[in-house]
Nanobody, 124 residues
Framework: QVQLVESGGGSVQVGGSLRLSCTAS????????LAWFRQVTGKEREGVAA???????YYADFARRRFTIGQDNVDAPVVLQMNDLKPEDTAKYFC??????????????????WGQGTQVTVSS
């Protein structure tokens, strides 16, 4: 079992930045992918960025130039730096872990461990 806890969400104005962190505990030996997803109430969850243990990084098109996924330290194996935030980035952001994602690193059905999420609100 893997337990994930997100932090770092909050309210910012357009153009601002936030840094989300995901702390992990439990048996991480089989984890090969860590990712961030987001979801607006009433809409489907969408992939934001994913980080593979071998170093490969995947971004959704909307995140490619503004967001950066990376590793921080042992306690926060994956972070998401978000810059130039826009109102459409408002969502609940989730950290997820998987041992294998096939060819779909940004598809939520490939991930079997999830955090509770952290809310990001961007106001104009």
């Amino acid at each position: 079992q893997v337990q994930l806890v997100e932090s770092g969400g909050g309210s910012v104005q357009v153009g601002g930045s936030l840094r989300l962190s995901c702390t992990a505990s439990g048996d991480l030996s089989g984890t090969r992918y860590l990712a961030w997803f987001r979801q607006v109430t009433g809409k489907e969850r969408e992939g934001v960025a994913a980080l593979a243990s071998g170093g490969a990084i995947y971004y959704a098109d909307f995140a490619r130039r503004r967001f950066t996924i990376g590793q921080d330290n042992v306690d926060a194996p994956v972070v998401l730096q978000m810059n130039d935030l826009k109102p459409e980035d408002t969502a609940k952001y989730f950290c997820a872990a998987a041992s294998s994602v096939g060819q779909y690193p940004l598809r939520d059905s490939q991930y079997n461990y999830w955090g509770q999420g952290t809310q990001v609100t961007v106001s104009s």
